[in-house]
């Protein structure tokens, strides 16, 4: 397990920049041509819910590092769970790990991902590298598009499996720009296309947190039968309000999360 927090974000951010070229010209777009430049709100990983992977699994390289378990999330009919993270340091990103619900899924998705996670040695899942360590197997780009048609959360870890799916830029330290909107319009004119599902600006001010965020950035991925380009991963924007007693709201909007899950789905 990692003993650095930073060094964990970096190899991650390094990580997702390798799928996510987009990225760079996120940063430079809302004001920064440096990486430290902007602040990140949070960022979120995927898994499954079987022994060997599940939640907690993930959850323990960042309870090693400071973190603190702080709210969970349902999501009936995506059949996934999830949890965040707070760090004692408020400037170190949130951290958002959600896992399907194996056991809801159909018989033949439960036989495609238990096979996927058999692959994986017990000790790569406490090793340094796991949550950037990417997919332990290889499916077929058939398996792939099977698993689409039930879990496109399912299809997405087949391919990308172990990695940060997003970072997220807190627009609260944006020193160029003051609304959610401001930033939509600024990443609109750039070229971006947002995720429009459940509208461009997910939640508002009276929920405490406004979020957007880009559809996905395709890369390739070697399938067994070949190679194709598939949605990797996609960048978010987040703007947090004050509770009633003036502290800042860090949770997450079950409602919203549903939302932006989606920034993964084929165009
Ligand atoms: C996580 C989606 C939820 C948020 O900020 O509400 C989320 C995911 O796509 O894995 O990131
Ligand atoms: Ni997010």
Redesign the pocket.
């Known amino acids: 397990m990692h003993n650095n927090v930073d060094t964990l974000f970096d190899n991650l951010w390094s990580n997702y920049l390798e799928v996510t070229p987009s990225a760079i010209k996120v940063h430079e777009l809302l004001g920064s041509t440096q990486q430290s430049d902007v602040i990140n709100d949070?960022i979120?990983l995927?898994t499954f819910n079987l022994e060997k992977v599940g939640l907690e699994k993930l959850a323990a390289h960042f309870l090693a590092v400071g973190y603190k378990e702080c709210g969970e999330y349902h999501f009936e009919a995506k059949k996934l769970y999830a949890k965040h993270f707070e760090h004692t340091d408020p400037t170190k990103p949130k951290v958002?790990i959600?896992e399907l619900l194996v056991e809801k899924c159909s018989e033949s998705l439960q036989k495609i991902v238990k096979d996927m996670v058999e692959q994986i040695d017990e000790a790569a899942v406490t090793a340094d590298n796991f949550l950037y360590s990417g997919t332990h197997w290889q499916v077929s780009n058939e398996t792939y598009k099977a698993l689409l048609e039930e879990s496109e959360y399912a299809a997405w870890m087949s391919a990308w499996g172990y990695r940060a799916?997003?970072f997220?830029v807190s627009i609260n330290h944006l020193a160029n720009f003051e609304t959610i909107e401001a930033v939509n319009a600024s990443l609109k004119d750039a070229g971006f296309e947002l995720n429009a599902s459940g509208g461009e600006i997910k939640g508002s001010p009276e929920v405490l947190l406004e979020?957007s965020s880009t559809l996905a950035d395709h890369a390739k991925v070697l399938f067994s039968d070949g190679e194709f380009a598939i949605p990797s991963c996609f960048y978010?924007f987040a703007l947090r309000y004050n509770k009633p007693d003036g502290e800042i709201y860090t949770g997450?909007v079950a409602a919203?999360?549903d939302k932006?899950?989606e920034?993964?789905n084929a165009r």
Request: proline content about 0%; charged content about 10%.
């Open positions: 949070h979120a995927r958002f959600s799916n997003h997220t979020q978010e997450f919203s999360a932006i899950f920034s993964t």
